[in-house]
Structures are given as C-alpha cells and as structure tokens.
C-alpha cells in the first residue's frame, strides 16, 4: 500500500490553544496542517479567518492545506494567501467561475486545489485536472468533523485517479472526511495519496498524536 501524506485537520483540536495543537501534532510527524474554514452560509457552521491562519504561521513550518468552505470566495484568496497558506482549495460552488478562481490562486504563488462534495461528480474536473495541484474529494458533507465516512466516494477516487494516471499528471488526490484506521486503507487502495483526519488524529490529547497518526499511515 502507498504511503499516504497526513493532513490532520485543526478542526478537532483545543481551540483554545491551536498554536500549541498545531505544534503538537507537527511533531507528532503531520506532513500538512489542513485549515476548515466554514462561513456559516455556504456550509452551516462558522470557524476560522485569516487573522488565525497567520497567528498560527509561527507555530510550525509545514504546508498549510486551508479548505475554504466560503461563498464567495473569490474576494478572499489573496488574504489566506497573505496569512500563510500554501495549498488553498475551493469548491467549485462557490463562485461563478473555478476556472478563473484556481488561475488566481496560483496567480499568488500558491498551490491550487478543488474540492469535490459527495454528490457532486468527478466529471466536474475535465476541463481542471489540467490547472490544479490537489483534487479534495468530501467523503462527508462538509460543515462538521465527527461524521461517518460515505463510501461511494471510493469510486469516485478511483476515477479520478485513473484520470491523473491517463493525462500524465502530478496531482494529489486527498480524501476528507470520516478517515480513521479501518477508512484510510480503502482510500488508499482507491489511489488516495493526502489523508485528512480531525477526529481520528487529535483523539486522546497530544500524547496520542504520534500513534493516532501511525495508525491512519497503516505503521500502528
Ligand atoms: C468537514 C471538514 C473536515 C473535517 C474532518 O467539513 O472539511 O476536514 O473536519 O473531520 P473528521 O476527520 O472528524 O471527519
Ligand atoms: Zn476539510
């Protein structure tokens, strides 16, 4: 089985010490740290601004992989950007023009992602895969951590891997949402490479990081 990247996604961790979380789980070997913003209005809860994003930048050197669940979110890309982003995904829902929304985020020097929900098809991404550097597949419907991961959307993975296989492409297919021990093999059996877990990685409190990212690596 690949080795997957782990992004362990903030959005379970004690909000009220995220520099230290961020730190912790760092450590704790995250290669990316993923960022849910949620406005309230596109998805039905409200978290973080770029005003945490670039509060949290000094606490760790890893990419940040900021999911932005906002609508619209044209007007702001270039301020996560300015607070320390280094991958910024979208949905393509949540603006008149995606392909206009990723020219402009890597316009700024920034890796550009596109995140799918779970009924919306890979189809979507054929006139994209070109211009993107990450496709986040929504195994839940985005808004909360803490849900149960719907897996249809292994079939979706795997087409969407065949489509990077067919076009020679260097794009990284993560998976969000419901990853814990007995899910992440099957996302990585589909062809995910990028595995963000909130629930799975921050359970039990920073002593457990180390092996609660083990354990979604397949290493426990
Ligand atoms: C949901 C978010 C996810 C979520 C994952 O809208 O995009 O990143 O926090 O949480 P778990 O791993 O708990 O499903
Ligand atoms: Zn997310």
């Given at each position: 089985m690949a080795r997957p990247l782990i992004s362990p996604s903030i959005l379970s961790a004690d909000f009220a010490k995220l520099g230290e979380e961020v730190h912790a789980i760092d450590e704790a070997g995250a290669n990316w740290i993923h960022i849910d913003v949620m406005d309230g209005h596109f998805v039905p809860n409200l978290t973080i601004g770029p005003g945490v994003v670039k509060a949290l930048r000094p606490h760790t050197a890893k990419p940040f992989d900021v999911h932005l669940m906002i609508s619209p979110v044209d007007n702001f890309l270039d301020a996560f950007a300015e607070a320390g982003a280094d991958i910024i995904t979208v949905h393509p829902e949540a603006g008149p023009h995606v392909h206009r929304t990723v020219q402009h985020v890597r316009s700024l020097g920034k890796k550009a992602g596109v995140s799918l929900n779970p009924a919306t098809?890979?189809?979507?991404?054929?006139?994209?895969?070109?211009?993107?550097?990450?496709?986040?597949?929504?195994?839940?419907?985005?808004?909360?951590?803490?849900?149960?991961?719907?897996?249809?959307?292994?079939?979706?993975?795997?087409?969407?891997?065949?489509?990077?296989?067919?076009?020679?492409?260097?794009?990284?297919?993560?998976?969000?949402?419901?990853?814990?021990?007995?899910?992440?093999?099957?996302?990585?059996?589909?062809?995910?490479?990028?595995?963000?877990?909130?629930?799975?990685?921050?359970r039990g409190g920073p002593g457990k990081y180390a092996a609660n990212i083990a354990a979604l690596r397949g290493d426990g």
């Open positions: 098809p890979a189809k979507m991404l054929d006139y994209l895969l070109e211009e993107i550097d990450l496709v986040l597949v929504m195994s839940v419907n985005p808004g909360f951590g803490g849900q149960k991961f719907i897996a249809s959307q292994l079939r979706k993975i795997e087409s969407i891997a065949n489509q990077v296989a067919k076009k020679n492409l260097v794009v990284d297919i993560e998976v969000d949402g419901g990853i814990d021990a007995v899910t992440a093999p099957q996302a990585i059996d589909a062809g995910a490479t990028v595995l963000v877990a909130g629930t799975a990685a921050f």
